[in-house]
């Protein structure tokens, strides 16, 4: 992490303010701009926790800021320690550290280990630029505070970043939500992030979800597979800008139109290819229809690549899917508020008829994509190999990228649609 002082800008400081925001502090807007107010709660922080008062956040501050950053903070027993002790000495509730520690035995802690001690605040930010970097802390949280959680990796990007997923639920009826295909579409990843860390406290908890649903009968019904991220690179390049040490820094530039601001028009992989225009359905259509948008090769949307699957993400997606035997998958875009349910014909008459159900809960229009959105697509991909339900769901309104003021609105628009589809 680089250094953050007053004058300073960019998704880090964004992450920073939300974070010393839930902590109590005052920083104002959670802008990404370090300004006088941010300033003045890194010093409130600093006091508080003993460190120079000094309004820089540098590596002796991060020291102190990383446990509330990744959720927990890892505690040594000594002796005369009790879950309800530690519990208090955190401010947090016995019952959240049991969770986090199922191989204690809180009537006999051992003296001299570690264990982990989760606050109760909320892991995943709604409200920041919800970056690579985030959803991989946020995972690391997850997984700290529900170690029974299986998550992992499905594959790499061009640029060798993960494709995380994360599994819900134990049960054989598996379905598999994904987001960010599309760079600019990043809203769509702490939508799925919020939902995981949603259920796993309602499935803890035993309190039920939105719906009435029962969580710990629908974890052992069926199980949830998300890849939160399909496309890490493109998300980076649209949040983060451009880095002189991308070794496609020169293309990119070039690909982007002579631009270095990536952040208003990029949706493709770090290789100028549209992934959601790269899966092996109906590809050459796809690649036809590319003249009539003027695209001529690898660039900000619409290339479909140079022949299908070749893209390393799309690759992971194809090789998870064919493992698992997905009843139903949904595929998160941004936007338009509609549900996008065929292929060629080729959807199962189920398909309508759970569209009409998924339109029903959200709000959202039930509709058939038209030219070149019509084709490659993962969800058309995924309706001819298996003849299931597949479903493209555009989320909000406005133009891409939408704001995160955008996000609870989705968030309530969508949460009934992602418990429904695992019971179906
Ligand atoms: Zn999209």
Known sequence: ?????????????????????????????????????TENAVIAFQRRFGLTPDGIVGPNTYRVLEPFLRGYDLYVIRPGDTFGSIAQRYGVRPETIAIANPDQDPNRLMIGQRIVVPYEMNLVDTNINYTYEVLARD??????????????????S??????????????????????????LEWITSPLLMKFTEEYLRAYTSGQMLPGGYDPRVLWNQSSIYIVPMVNPDGVDLVLNGLSPSNPYYTDLIQWNKG????SRDWEANNRGVDLNHN??????????????????????TRYSGPYPVSEPETQAMVAFTNRHNFRLVMAYHSQGEVIYWNFMNMAPPEGRTIGEQLSQISGYRLDETTGIASF??????????????????????GVNPLPISQFDEIYRDNIGMLIFAATV
């Open 1 to 37: 992490m680089r250094t953050l002082r007053v004058g300073m800008s960019g998704s880090d400081v964004m992450e920073l303010q939300a974070l010393l925001q839930k902590l109590g502090y005052d920083v104002g807007a959670v802008d990404g701009v370090f300004g006088p107010r």
């Open 139 to 156: 995972i690391d949280g997850l997984k700290a505070r529900y170690p029974f959680l299986e998550t992992g990796s499905i594959g790499n």
């Open 158 to 183: 061009v640029l060798g970043r993960n494709l995380f997923y994360i599994r819900l639920g134990t049960g054989p009826n598996e379905v598999s939500y994904n987001a960010a295909h599309h760079a």
């Open 259 to 262: 631009s270095t601001d990536f």
């Open 279 to 300: 899966y092996d359905a109906a590809w050459d259509l796809s690649k036809a229809a590319e003249a009539e948008y003027g695209v001529t090769g690898p660039g900000p």
């Open 376 to 397: 490659a697509g993962y969800k058309d991909w995924f309706i001819q190999q298996t003849r299931r339900p597949g479903y493209t769901i555009e989320v909000g309104r």
